[in-house]
């Protein structure tokens, strides 16, 4: 015979969430040690935390403090703020936060805080079960918990604000710099993407700057629209039609990229100096970058006028 499995209201069981249920926890701290995988030792009830008490103080294998807060109830925001004020007032690095209905945006902040890195959340939910007329018995689910996969999007996340933040100060410093040498990017503002940029007088066209890690690009940028895949190409090939000229007058050769498995056309050129993980040599690119497009947009100018679009 098979029994079904009944839920038990927790109330039923534990009266009082502090003298009930957080001393029952207190006394079966491997059961919650086997649910998150932590072996936990030594806890202490309302331990003080600057004019607040926790519910639960352990310790993980090192010594190294873990705060347990618990909540016979819908998590609520008062608490996830205690949990984080707990955490610094005793500069304990593992969370553990036992709610009996998780809210989704809970989960989702636990899930943002494990991937900050600043410490260990954990988010579990309590429920009591019962079969036929066994006693009732707690049943702990780990909701949220840090993982290597949540550290690695935080990481990812970590990586792209800071880049970010790097390019958006690298194309303020270049953007100064080109106002006092030409007006073509004077209206623009620097951003915190790859490329920065400014219309050619045509719809579709656009002189841009753009930056990877390690090198840069001035360049002529070609896309009239998903729905003029050959107007584009056809732009191109008039402009490649002048190559010997338009190269004459910038002083050098450029790369002509039609790319043909894809929607847009360039015509550009490559600073091989770095990029904007070369911080010590931004001087040098953005003077660089700042030479070329001044000479690209003279040479080709003259040409673009002409296109009959």
């Known amino acids: 015979m098979i029994g079904k499995i009944e839920r038990v209201k927790l109330r039923d069981i534990w009266k009082h969430e502090t003298y009930d249920f957080t001393k029952w926890l207190q006394d079966n701290m491997d059961v919650l040690s086997d649910i998150i995988g932590l072996n936990l030792i030594n806890a202490e009830r309302e331990k ?12 993980d294998d090192a010594g190294n403090p873990v705060i347990i807060e618990n909540q016979l109830e819908k998590s609520n925001h008062d608490h996830l703020g ?21 809210r989704p945006e809970h989960i989702d902040a636990i899930t943002w805080l494990n991937e900050s890195r600043a410490a260990s ?11 036929g007329n066994s006693d009732s018995a707690p049943l702990l689910t780990l909701i949220v918990g840090p993982s290597d996969e949540t550290k690695q999007v935080g990481d990812t996340k970590k990586e792209m604000a800071e880049r970010y933040q790097i390019r958006h100060l690298f194309w303020k410093e270049l953007l100064e710099k080109a106002k006092q040498k030409t007006k073509l990017h004077a ?5 915190q993407y790859n490329w920065a940029g400014a219309g050619a007088g045509k719809s579709g066209l656009g002189f841009n700057y753009s930056i990877t890690k390690h090198d840069a690009k ?9 729905d003029s895949d050959q107007e584009t190409k056809d732009i191109f090939n008039e402009l490649i039609s002048h190559k010997n000229e338009i190269e004459n007058t910038f002083g050098e050769p450029l790369n002509w990229e039609r790319l043909d498995t894809k929607r847009a056309c360039r015509i550009s050129k490559r600073i091989d100096i770095g990029g904007y993980k070369d911080s010590e040599k931004w001087p040098q690119i953005q003077d660089a970058l700042i030479d070329a497009m001044i000479r690209l947009e003279k040479a080709i100018k003259p040409y673009i006028s002409r296109l009959q679009i």
């Open 82 to 102: 205690k949990i984080i004020t707990y955490l610094t007032a005793i500069d304990a690095k593992t969370a553990i936060w036992i709610v009996t209905d998780p």
């Open 187 to 191: 209206q623009v503002s620097p951003s």
């Open 218 to 226: 001035a360049e002529l940028y070609i896309d009239r629209g998903k």
């Open 121 to 131: 959340f954990y988010l579990l939910k309590v429920e009591a079960i019962k079969i």
């Open 48 to 59: 003080s935390a600057g004019d607040f008490s926790v519910d639960l103080v352990a310790e």
